[in-house]
């Protein structure tokens, strides 16, 4: 299923009527604000049902719908969104095991300034990139400094959003980066011990970074139990799963973990991402923060948040 967001509902229709008429084929409905709530609910839920491909919208879905099926979204004009907005629908999609698009239009005479061709070059790049990043980051920094109400009850204003992407940034420090690097190059049961030092004395220290070939996820973890001498169960924060327990299997006799990214049931999940020891990291918040503080900018987040 596919998001087409046009954000302007003078001409939603129009565009609707260009894409029915481009792929007549496509089951087509169009959502946006200035509809009454009966029929947006309806036309919401028989999109969710699947009886629609594609959905016509406003930014209206930037934020509580979660959709695992679309794995497709399609932005016109996205020159005229701010990079708050653009992160928030971006992570409309990928919220399942299947890969996902996002496609971003801007007018042909409308360049980019270097700056943010650079900055759109280092996102694309990125192993890590994703609104997962900057709300683990954003929840260890509230642990941290002990801040209420908790992460899963955070509404996406403006400061909450502002505040994900500054911590998803920090991705992009070379110190972040080279402590990334450092975890992929011991074994799975020296990062399980690290990990379990921190939790034992009460510090939410360490998000963790977990990859395969065509993407990666973060988490944080805050508990360790072991169901078995070689294998080591992670507890995790799962932004995708917000007040759901997840977890991480390791298999620290063979430098092997397993993850499942999008199902109900985790151990009887046949797409589960796998790995090794190279496909896995820790960073930590005092990284980031002193990384952030040597160049004048501070981690914690602003009052109320």
Known sequence: Q?????????????????????????????????????????????????????LVCTTIIESGIDMPTVNTLVVERSDLLGLGQMHQLRGRVGRSGQRAYAYLFHPADRVLTEEAANFADMVNQARQAGHCEGMVVVAAARQVWGLSPATSSLEPTEPVVNAIIRAFATIFLPEVQAEARSWTEITLADTVAELASALAEG??????????????????????????ATVARVFVYDPN?????????????????????????????????????????????????????????????????
Request: aromatic share 12%; with cysteine.
């Open 241 to 305: 799963w917000p007040l759901v327990e997840r977890y991480v299997d390791l298999d620290l006799e063979r430098d092997r973990w397993r993850f499942s990214f999008a199902a109900d049931d985790q151990s009887n999940d046949p797409y589960a991402w796998t790995g090794g020891e190279e496909d896995l990291d820790l960073n930590s918040i005092s990284v980031r923060a002193a990384a952030l503080e040597a160049r004048g900018v501070v981690l914690t987040p602003p009052p109320g948040l």
């Open 203 to 228: 510090r939410i220290e360490y998000g963790m970074g977990i990859y395969r070939p065509d993407g990666g996820h973060e988490v944080l973890p805050y508990a360790i139990e072991y169901p078995s």
């Open 2 to 54: 596919v998001f087409w967001v046009h954000n302007r509902v003078q001409t939603i229709e129009e565009c609707a009527a260009g894409l029915r008429e481009l792929v007549p084929e496509a089951r087509i409905a169009v959502a946006h604000g200035q509809m009454d709530e009966g029929t947006l609910e309806q036309i919401v839920l028989d999109f969710w049902e699947g009886e629609y491909d594609v």
